[in-house]
Nanobody
Framework: QVQLVESGGGLVQAGGSLRFSCAAS????????MDWFRQAPGKEREFVSG????????TYADSVKGRFTVSRDNAKNTLYLQMNSLKPEDTAVYYC????????????WGQGTLVTVSS
């Protein structure tokens, strides 16, 4: 089963930018629909963004639309999340997740990476 390893978290000031990476351990990465979630302290995990296998369709939560961009490089087995114009309310642990069908459950999760946005 594929494993996902995230990187790119850290501390940033409001208005700043960060880029996450989620590296997959296998070439089967291209067969997965990939999504980003986040969980803020004391809150439930929420969907942030998703991308289909080929990258042709991308979806975003309303709270990040226009500020975040999801992408993937199947040749490098890597998923990305470019986050611009960060706000303190973006502070959370961010997770990447993989599933093989739209209706299916998430089969693999990354370990999570923390982003803290200071005001």
């Amino acid at each position: 089963q594929v494993q996902l390893v995230e990187s790119g978290g850290g501390l940033v000031q409001a208005g700043g930018s960060l880029r996450f990476s989620c590296a997959a351990s296998e070439r089967t990465f291209s067969t997965y629909i990939m999504d980003w979630f986040r969980q803020a302290p004391g809150k439930e995990r929420e969907f942030v963004s998703g991308i289909t296998r080929s990258g042709g369709i991308r979806t975003y939560a309303d709270s990040v639309k226009g500020r975040f961009t999801v992408s993937r490089d199947n040749a490098k087995n890597t998923l990305y999340l470019q986050m611009n114009s960060l706000k303190p309310e973006d502070t959370a642990v961010y997770y990447c997740a993989a599933r093989t069908t739209i209706q299916g459950t998430y089969e693999v999760w990354g370990q999570g990476t923390l982003v803290t946005v200071s005001s």
